[in-house]
């Protein structure tokens, strides 16, 4: 039976930015409600829920312990240095905290929500300049360094407040995906406008939730974003996080060229489109394609009914960790979603036409934003094809 | 007997899989034509350990008359000449074998083919005696003519057609040149040893060498004989071109050296300065238009054009260097476009294509090719003749042995080894790099780059064949002397040859 | 003789095996054959592997300062009057390169630790660079010109598939192919070069060549002409691997690829180049005078011009890779001026300097995603360890303040402003375009208020700062190490005018570079003129658009015209007598019916006819 090129190729139909509109305001899901999607999004989620758990301890961890360390050798090990698990780091049998340090860079770079701003105000230079006359005390290389680069430490200290910002949210995000596996199982969620109803409820139960972190300096106590910022999980956290990594994110060195003649990334970070909800799963686990450290540490805690699934199609476990990528990709617009639904300006149902004026502004922002991601990944599965 | 045991096993194999009671599958068919010619692989290899590589001349020889009447003896020998290529059948056959699956179509005729040809294959280079070398030359033809237009691609009639048309020729040239060496010299003596020629009149070894040339320059092919040859690989199926690119263009090369320098030294040189022009354009002509390629197994199969050329030219300049480097490339061609054969096969059967404009991004971990492609650089490095790998010692024994005696000839032939990165490096990548597709462009990066692509996986047993092959190419490249010392005592003596003669 | 030697020289030859032994021990991860485990084990066996052969060189060192300079020889493949050997020259020097490139290799490799640290196919990355490495370590210590090209060539090969690292990336996808084929148009001439000076001087080993080179002159061993084209042959292959005009291209396609390769190929893949060239340039001299005057050419244009264009790029590596052209071009005019002394310490000098100013550049990359620099700017106060690195590896490279490129500059342009002035002139040209590039690209990066890309922008990783600061403290001490290479006449034996002049030269550049306008974010200059001069430099004086009107174009036609000719004429021929003989063809169409008892039928015929015609021949004669 000769093989015909085209049959190997499919192309899911994208939905484009009015339909996003229409089921952003008439509640409809984004990801069409069938029961493998439901498979595929609890799955996936649950593998992620257990990632984000170790990434969201040893983010804290780093931003806690391994403050200002200039040579954070074991910071990946939590503290926990008995031989078997340096063996096992070494053998790089271990989650790939890389990624969530990487997730944390793009937040940092990007900057924006309420944080970015609060970190340039006077009260955070005031924390900093205490947390370095506490640090350049002890520590001499950093009383050489702090007068000759002034921003230096200061931009060190930003970067770790977002690391322990980015623990605090996936604190939250790990429990709430462990949660929606659990609720699954209980059969209190069964589709898919469920799975979007119980992320949103989660992230509005956690939305006014403060975000603190203080170091500690030789016993002593010193807050990096303190209660009186008023940061919160919600605004300060979430959302930058969303606009950092699921829409913008940062080009690849494995698909886009870097070289400033060839002009292929533009100078306007906010017009970025490299994010989690633009990708394309398809070179995963290729050479530059930073995401698939994430693919891979969910590979490794794929829940055993989703990895039966995996088998069952395509090239089996030859080719799972694309398979997750795109399930991946399901989940995540389904967060967006849920996101997207807990911040709408009023309920839906309102019926007053400011409120629905309101909403509608909102709808459309987001449908310009969707209607050019990878939205061809929210139709239906076709059936499974078994090589 | 041990020579005619590496003509008995195939031959009496292929017997026995025509008479074989009741109907095996196809697999079980293929199996015993696997064990088959590992016992004849294993058998090459004894001759191969038998074989005193010091000696100059024919050994394990065998003698039988059989129609002394018409001058046809059973005479078998085998020298440093020889040896390889006995070798390289061997081991080519088996790779066909491994890699032939799923025939549906008359299994049985198809494997005893197969063994046919390596049968008569392993005569024709173990021939003492022309009339014997030319009934196995003509004897591999007619399978091989069945394995295009039966199991072949749907343009396989013409294809098969022409093949044999042309090939038909060859044999009638080289029989003519026969006959015609014996009609001249009043002998019907066709054994090889005695150097016939030396009474015959400079005219008439001319006539005769052209004839010689033409016939074989078709086989090797040589521009402009050469047009059989894209069209019958692109139409044969993957275990068929690895056979035909591997195995039987040698018979080509082989006769020239066997037939046209040692039968006609004198004529020879006079021949040699046009000889290496000519191997200088089949070279050049042979690259150019691969580069103008756009299926990737014709531009394999012309590169063959291109690379066979080294030989031409080798041949030509004729000085011990030289003939060991056109062994050396005898050899390593035989593995190279096997192996490029052979992973070209593989991306036309997983992927129903093998148009450069087509496919991109193979190399793909998870949805792609990635071992294939890993090895397909190899290949076309090799091809290349980058250093480390069989092509580039053989090339550059080549080019050594040849620029005192045809310094143009030869510079113009290194051109053609740089050109051959060029069309192999737009082959990799054009199909290996960037994202994966195995559909047109469509224009928009952003459409293509949403097309889901699912290809069959390769599976390691449709690999082991290529990494077995590409063993080899490392292996000679960096250990050339374990090929050097079984034929340079060979080649030499054959060089010694003819510098006595002129 | 080599049974006396000590261990560490005996066993010299594991050196380039460590480099190729990392390959072979990354491929279990690089193949994908471990899959549940990440491919960092195969990093670590390369650094350990790397370390073993910085601590052999250095093993070795010591045992040639105490013992002089030794040789050791095997063999590898002998035909007839062809004996192709595998040699090591263990000189002073030749170990020298090898720790340099040791140490880069071992460097590069902690760096690329960092930079490279949510990179997927580490694994692959790490084989790559210890095939690099051992090809390298190879090159600098061969003996004979076959054992050279051998290795050279396999340089060209891993440079492709660096630069193809990321080959999912479009602009890679032609890079790599481009930055192997120009490598390569060096390497053919260059074999050119290696086949006919095998033939005609009987021997590689570079000291029996350069015997055999004395005498080709006196005793008329080759015509004119040969004499030039194997000069010329020669040099090519240096001249490709130091991307020296016109085959410097691949140095800026190679930029597509990972900036740790990019350290190993601006600092001691070019250096090789040189040292092959170096190696040769007894046998060039010799033989050819010609081809000395087309080094000196090539290196004068290389040096200029690649100052340059390297001013008008606005890219950050590119601005760097040009430079790299452009130092290789003086090195090309000393080896050139037979001034190998000077070449060496300027390759060693340039090879840590830029490698540590590309460490500079690989951390701003991946702090900023961005290597435009019109969209970079006020990084100084907020990366200690990047910023040094800069301001280290450039003030090593200039020659202005008393580091390795100070001291070189000042004894090239000394020894030169006696025997050829116009290329001390050079020289300070030279150096002035390097100074007033390095300080444009500092303002540009360092100075200056924040913008959105470099908003937020903390120092690298220690993998990154590390090897930087390492690396910074080493090139500090570049002068003290020229010194003791070099003790006679001792890096400071050039005239206070001198000092003077290059002193003055970097000035100037620092000056211009401090005193020019600088673009942001994309824009241009509204002057015509000045419009059209960054243009022609900007896209390196249009040679690749010339490459693709003439070479490109040139074979790309010759193979339509040689398929067209294949189709019509060759194919129509053949068809046109098949035509002729379609019965025949017709009856031969069996095929189609498949009836095996035909085919078995048509074979019988066929013998039957042979032996038929052979009796009535027999009759005859």
């Known amino acids: 039976m000769p093989v015909v090129s085209q049959d190997l190729v499919q192309a899911n139909l994208s939905i484009d930015q009015q339909e996003v509109k229409r089921r952003l305001l008439s509640g409809t899901t984004l990801l069409s409600d069938t029961p493998d999607h439901v498979l595929e999004v609890v799955g996936v989620l649950e593998s992620y829920g257990e990632v984000l758990d170790a990434y969201s301890k040893n983010l804290i961890y780093q931003a806690e312990e391994q403050f200002l360390n200039p040579f954070p050798i074991f910071k990946y090990l939590d503290g926990d240095l008995n031989p078997a698990k340096i063996w096992r780091h070494l053998n790089h049998d271990r989650i790939n905290f890389e990624y969530a340090e990487y997730c944390q860079k793009a937040m940092f770079w990007h900057g924006t929500g309420g944080m970015d701003a609060y970190l340039d105000s006077p009260e955070f230079s005031e924390n900093c300049r205490r947390i370095i006359a506490a640090k350049r005390s002890r520590d001499p290389l950093l009383a050489l360094l702090n007068p000759l680069f002034p921003g230096f430490l200061p931009e060190l200290i930003r970067s770790a407040a977002t690391t322990h910002a980015l623990g605090q949210f996936w604190r939250v995000m790990s429990d709430l995906f462990l949660d929606l596996a659990a609720a699954e199982r209980d059969g209190r969620v069964s589709s898919i406008p469920q799975v979007v109803d119980f992320i949103k409820d989660g992230l509005v139960a956690a939305a006014a939730n403060p975000i603190r972190y203080s170091v500690q300096i030789s016993g002593e106590t010193f807050w990096v974003l303190p209660p009186e910022a008023g940061l919160t999980f919600l605004g300060d956290v979430a959302v930058p996080y969303v606009e950092a990594v699921f829409l913008r994110g940062m080009p690849f060195l494995g698909t886009v060229s870097f070289n400033a003649q060839a002009q292929q990334i533009s100078p306007d970070q906010a017009k970025f489109t490299y994010g989690a909800l633009y990708a394309d799963p398809l070179p995963s686990m290729g050479a530059g394609i930073p995401p698939s450290l994430l693919m891979q540490d969910m590979y490794r805690h794929l829940p055993e009914k989703l990895h039966q699934w995996y088998l069952e199609r395509t090239r089996g476990e030859g080719d799972v960790r694309v398979k997750i990528c795109m399930s991946f990709q399901k989940s995540m617009f389904c967060v967006t979603n849920a996101a997207i639904n807990g911040t709408m300006p009023h309920p839906l149902e309102s019926s007053d036409p400011e409120a629905r004026a309101a909403n509608e502004a909102y709808a459309e922002a987001w449908a310009q934003r969707l209607g050019i991601a990878r939205t061809d990944c929210l139709g239906a599965e076709r059936p499974p094809r078994v090589s | 007997m041990l020579l005619s045991s590496l003509l008995i096993v195939p031959f009496l194999g292929t017997l026995a899989l025509l008479l074989w009671p009741d109907r095996p599958s196809p697999a079980r068919l293929r199996l015993i034509t696997i064990v088959i010619l590992v016992v004849q692989l294993a058998l090459s290899v004894v001759a191969a350990l038998r074989f005193d590589p010091s000696l100059p001349g024919l050994q394990l020889q065998e003698l039988h008359r059989w129609l002394p009447g018409i001058g046809l003896d059973y005479a078998l020998g085998i020298d440093g000449l020889s040896l390889p290529l006995v070798l390289i059948n061997g081991a080519l056959t088996l790779v066909s074998a491994v890699i032939t699956r799923d025939i549906s179509k008359r299994p049985r005729l198809y494997f005893a083919m197969l063994l046919l040809i390596s049968g008569a294959v392993n005569g024709a280079f173990l021939a003492d005696n022309l009339l014997l070398f030319f009934l196995f030359y003509e004897l591999e033809l007619i399978p091989l003519w069945l394995l295009i237009s039966v199991w072949g691609g749907v343009n396989r009639a013409y294809a098969a057609t022409k093949f044999l048309i042309f090939t038909a020729v060859s044999g009638m040239l080289i029989l003519g040149a026969f006959l015609g060496l014996a009609l001249l010299t009043g002998s019907v003596d066709f054994s090889l040893t005695p150097v016939l020629s030396d009474r015959l009149a400079m005219g008439g070894q001319l006539w005769l060498l052209a004839a010689i040339l033409i016939g074989f320059g078709i086989k090797i092919p040589l521009v402009p004989l050469h047009n059989w040859l894209p069209d019958a690989h692109t139409q044969a199926s993957t275990p068929v071109s690895v056979l035909l690119a591997g195995v039987l263009l040698k018979l080509g090369t082989y006769g020239l050296l066997r037939f046209g320098l040692q039968l006609f030294p004198e004529a020879w040189a006079k021949l040699a300065p046009a000889l290496a022009i000519w191997a200088a354009i089949s070279v050049l002509y042979g690259s150019l238009a691969a580069i103008a390629q756009t299926d990737m197994k014709r531009m394999v199969a012309y590169s063959s054009v291109g690379h066979m050329g080294y030989v031409l030219l080798a041949a030509a300049a004729d000085t011990p260097v030289s003939l060991l480097g056109a062994v050396f490339q005898m050899v390593s061609h035989g593995l190279i476009s096997a192996l490029l054969f052979l992973l070209v096969g593989i991306v036309y059967r997983k992927t129903g294509t093998r148009d450069l404009e087509v496919l991109r991004g193979l190399l793909n971990p998870e949805r792609g090719l990635p071992l294939t492609g890993s090895l397909m650089i190899v290949a076309v490095m090799a091809s290349a003749g980058l250093p480390g790998m069989a092509g580039f010692i053989s090339e550059f024994l080549v080019f050594r042995g040849s620029i005192s005696a045809f310094p143009v000839a030869t510079l113009l032939s290194m051109v053609g080894s740089g050109l051959t990165a060029v069309y192999f490096l737009l082959l990799v990548n054009r199909a290996f790099f960037g994202r994966l597709a195995i559909t047109p462009p469509s224009g928009d990066p952003g459409s293509d780059a949403r097309l889901d692509v699912q290809l069959s996986t390769v599976a390691p047993r449709e690999t082991i064949p290529a990494l077995a092959l590409a063993a080899g190419i490392v292996f000679i490249g960096l250990v050339p002397s374990s090929l050097g010392n079984l034929s340079e005592v060979a080649s030499t003596a054959l060089a010694n040859l003819t510098a006595g003669v002129s | ?621």
């Open chain 3, 1 to 621: 003789m080599s049974d006396a030697l000590p261990l560490p020289l005996q066993l010299i030859w594991l050196v380039p095996l460590y480099g190729f032994s990392g390959m072979l021990l990354s491929l279990p991860w690089a193949s994908g054959w471990i899959k549940r485990n990440g491919p960092r084990p195969a990093a670590y066996l390369n650094l350990l592997v790397t370390l073993l052969g910085v601590v052999h060189g250095s093993l070795a060192i010591q045992e040639v300062v105490a013992l002089g300079p030794q040789q050791l020889e095997f063999g590898w493949f002998q035909a007839a009057d062809l004996n192709l050997r595998i040699g090591f020259d263990l000189s002073l020097t030749n170990l020298a390169a090898l720790e340099l490139v040791t140490t880069m290799s071992l460097v590069t490799q902690v760096f690329a630790l960092g930079y490279l640290d949510k990179e997927w196919s580490l694994a692959r990355f790490y084989a790559l660079v210890g095939f690099f490495e051992g090809a390298m370590s190879g090159v600098v210590l061969s003996s004979n010109l076959f054992m050279s090209y051998f290795l050279l060539e396999m340089l060209t090969l891993s440079t492709y598939l660096l630069v193809g690292f990321w080959y999912a990336q479009p602009l890679v996808v032609t890079a790599a192919r481009d930055a192997f084929l120009t490598k390569r148009v060096g390497d053919v001439l260059l074999l050119m070069g290696v086949v006919a000076v095998s033939a005609w001087a009987g021997s590689m080993e570079f000291n029996d060549l350069y015997a055999w080179a004395a005498t080709v002159h006196e005793q008329q061993l080759l015509t004119p002409l040969a004499a030039t084209l194997l000069g010329l042959g020669l040099i090519a292959g240096p001249m490709g691997k130091c991307a020296q005009f016109p085959m410097h291209l691949w140095l800026d396609e190679a930029m597509e690829g990972p900036n740790p390769a990019s350290i190993l190929r601006n600092s001691v893949v070019v250096t090789c180049g040189a040292i092959v060239l170096l190696k040769l340039m007894p046998v060039v001299a010799a033989v050819s005078p010609v081809a000395t005057d087309v080094l000196l050419a090539v290196g004068t244009i290389s040096a200029i011009g690649g100052g340059l264009v390297a001013i008008a790029q606005v890219d950050l590596k590119r601005a760097f890779s040009y430079s790299t052209t452009s130092y290789l071009g003086l090195v090309f005019i000393a080896i050139a001026l037979q001034k190998p002394g000077i070449a060496l310490l300027l390759l060693f000098a340039h090879g840590l300097a830029r490698a540590l100013q590309f460490m500079s550049v690989g951390s701003i990359i991946a702090t900023t995603n961005c290597q435009d620099l019109t969209e970079l700017g006020g990084l100084g106060t907020r990366m200690p360890a990047t910023a040094l690195a800069f301001l280290v590896g450039s003030a090593g490279l200039v020659g202005l303040v008393p580091l390795g490129g100070f001291w070189c500059f000042g004894l090239m342009v000394d020894n030169l402003a006696g025997i050829a002035p116009l290329f001390a002139v050079v020289f300070l040209i030279t150096n002035l375009l390097a100074a007033a590039n390095v300080t444009r690209v500092y303002r540009s990066l360092f100075l200056g208020a924040a913008t959105p890309k470099t908003k937020r922008a903390p120092e690298v990783n220690w993998l990154m700062a590390l090897p930087m600061v390492s690396l910074s403290v080493i090139v500090l001490l570049v002068p003290l190490i020229m010194q003791r290479i070099d003790p006679v006449p001792g890096i400071a034996s050039f005239s206070l005018p001198v000092a003077a002049a290059v002193i003055g030269s970097g000035l100037v550049g620092v000056l211009l570079g401090a005193l020019t306008p600088l673009d942001s974010f994309w824009s241009r200059s509204r002057l015509p003129t000045v419009r059209l001069v960054q243009d022609l430099l900007a896209y390196d004086f249009y040679t690749p658009e010339i490459y693709r009107r003439t070479v490109v174009n040139l074979v790309a036609s010759l193979a339509r015209f040689t398929r067209w000719f294949d189709i019509t004429v060759i194919k129509g021929a053949v068809d046109g007598i098949g035509r002729l003989s379609l019965a025949t063809a017709d009856g031969l169409k069996l095929t189609v019916s498949g009836q095996l008892q035909s085919y078995v039928l048509t074979v019988i015929l066929a013998v039957v006819l042979l032996i038929g015609s052979l009796q009535v021949l027999r009759g005859v004669g």
